[in-house]
């Protein structure tokens, strides 16, 4: 089985400022990450993934992830949060050999001025 | 855009009835992927088909069913809905069947149940 954490509902920051969203991952295998961001009334938009190589991943807008295969974390993060970069946050796990995408349960961004 | 479809936007329907989701993925792409998105469970994975054939299945229930067409698009059929079944079900596709690709997702079709 696979899982995805993501402990905070919600993070607040100050335009300006780095930004963090924790996500740990359980998987029995190799595992595919992926950030996606959802703002009010749209689909998901891909980020970025991390599939091998690197552990520093970077992505679209921005961000960036860092996979952590002993504490079993990709958080991902921004060094300067905009204020347009207020969404919902979803981290995704999917195995090598797998065909599923695992959410985890989201966590909103906010970012005031 | 994300270059996936998905029709209707918004559907309202009475309890006991039965709708159909319309989903066109990518250009070139043969995996289709729904997902059902409600604020008690968050975003679930239903069902994924690749180039007609069911190749993956979550937690979709037993009143919901679908398939995908020679062309490539792919329709969720939800039936005797529930008052709970109201949600945004989500379309998603990736060129291949399992590996690193990414998802990319629809629009949504939120569909209300009364």
């Known amino acids: 089985a696979q899982s995805v954490a993501q402990p905070e509902d919600q993070v607040n920051v100050a335009e300006g400022n780095p930004l963090t969203v924790k996500c740990t991952y359980s998987?029995?295998?190799?595992?595919?990450l992926f950030w996606y961001v959802q703002y009010p009334n749209r689909g998901l938009q891909f980020l970025l993934k991390?599939?091998?190589?690197?552990?520093l991943v970077k992505g679209s807008y921005g961000f960036e992830a860092e996979f952590n295969k002993s504490q079993t974390s990709f958080h991902l993060k921004k060094p300067s949060a905009l204020v347009s970069d207020s969404a919902l946050y979803f981290c995704?796990?999917?195995?090598?050999?797998?065909?599923?995408?695992?959410f985890g349960g989201g966590t909103r961004l906010m970012v005031k001025p | 855009d994300s270059g996936v479809t998905q029709t209707p936007k918004h559907l309202i329907t009475a309890t006991g009835q039965r709708v159909t989701l319309r989903c066109s993925p990518r250009?070139?792409?043969?995996?289709v992927y729904w997902y059902q998105q409600s604020l008690d469970q968050g975003l679930q994975f239903l069902i994924q088909?690749?180039?007609?054939?069911?190749?993956a299945k979550g937690n979709i229930l037993e009143r919901f069913s679908a398939q995908q067409f020679p062309d490539l698009h792919s329709e969720l059929n939800l039936s005797s809905l529930e008052l709970g079944d109201s949600a945004l079900y989500f379309c998603?596709?990736?060129?291949?069947?399992?590996?690193?690709?990414?998802?990319?997702f629809g629009p949504g079709t939120r569909l209300t149940v009364t």
């Open positions: 250009s070139g792409d043969l995996s």
């Open positions: 991390y599939i091998t190589g690197d552990n």
């Open positions: 998603a596709s990736s060129p291949r069947l399992a590996g690193g690709a990414e998802q990319y």
């Open positions: 998987v029995s295998g190799n595992p595919y």
């Open positions: 088909y690749y180039n007609g054939e069911e190749r």
């Open positions: 995704a796990v999917r195995l090598d050999a797998g065909n599923m995408l695992t």
